[in-house]
């Protein structure tokens, strides 16, 4: 086994440039595509989510100070550009869209950057960055949960994300070996986990991870965090990652910082060169 030395350039307060106007379209538009599944596979649940996810983000707006009347009128009736000539559904909710771009703004901590003028650009910390992506994500999961039982709101959101990845594009340019997988997490999340890349053998390579920056950006949010869904929404996705990378690569993980353990247990396998997955024990990942 090669086990790599710890990547710990972890920086919470790098701060970062970054597009207003292009971050809250993204946003907004992970909101459409859950309003459209909704309304196109069950639609009775739809207006109730509408709802839900309205007061949410209302009691999110309400306890906030910090945003004054000049930050609040920033990109106020934003409205998401039309695709093949349809309006996106979101601007049919217009009450909606505007409470969400607020809570953005929130997420962000955008009050400790804006200067009184809308700017193209903005520089704000990393970890503020990642807030302004994960929180909105994570109140449009959770909400779920304020129309269904847990169990089956849990369930449900697990089927957006397969529905999801079943209807996006492949990846054009597979990878062809797990040792690239390793290198990109090197490149992508050099500062925003702590993490120690290792070789098992030939078609087997892991990764343990003990600090993530998406889990503290929720914690900061929300200390009485709903972990599961917080899973779903940050960690679950790695699977369809993986075989998109190549379709012979397959992921195992029992454990995860987000649902409360002390490390991220990767393990990844290429089945050209592996009969079984078989995924380590708890004894090996302590001892990494």
């Known amino acids: 086994m090669i086990i790599r030395e710890e990547n710990n350039n972890y920086d919470e307060k790098l701060v970062v440039e970054f597009h207003l106007k292009n971050f809250v379209n993204r946003v907004l538009m992970r909101l459409n595509s859950m309003l459209e599944y909704l309304v196109n596979n069950y639609p009775d649940f739809f207006l109730s989510y509408v709802r839900a996810l309205g007061n949410k983000l209302s009691e999110i707006i309400k306890h906030e100070e910090e945003i004054s009347s000049a930050l609040s009128a920033l990109l106020r009736n934003y409205r998401l550009k039309e695709k093949d000539g349809k309006m996106p559904l979101i601007d049919f909710f217009r009450l909606l869209r505007n409470k969400m771009i607020e809570v953005i703004k929130i997420s962000l901590n955008l009050h400790e950057y804006f200067e009184g003028k809308p700017v193209k650009k903005m520089r704000i910390t990393l970890l503020d960055k990642i807030r302004g992506t994960i929180i909105p994500q994570y109140l449009i999961a959770v909400t779920l949960k304020d129309i269904m039982p847990r169990e089956e ?20 340019s597979p990878l062809t070996m797990l040792e690239e997988i390793l290198a990109l997490y090197e490149r992508e999340s050099d500062k925003t986990h702590v993490f120690r890349p290792f070789k098992i053998q030939d078609g087997k390579m892991g990764l343990k991870i003990t600090k993530c920056m998406k889990e503290k950006a929720l914690l900061s949010f929300n200390s009485d965090l709903d972990r599961e869904f917080a899973y779903i929404v940050e960690c679950y996705p790695d699977f369809h990652r993986t075989k998109r990378m190549n379709e012979n690569f397959e992921l195992t993980r029992k454990r995860s910082l987000i649902m409360g353990n002390t490390y991220c247990d990767f393990c ?21």
């Open 153 to 172: 709101a849990l369930d449900f959101y697990k089927k957006y994300i397969d529905f999801e990845y079943e209807v996006t594009e492949i990846r054009s």
């Open 268 to 288: 990844w396998h290429d089945k050209r060169f592996v009969e079984t997955l078989e995924h380590p024990e708890k004894e090996f990942w302590m001892n990494i």
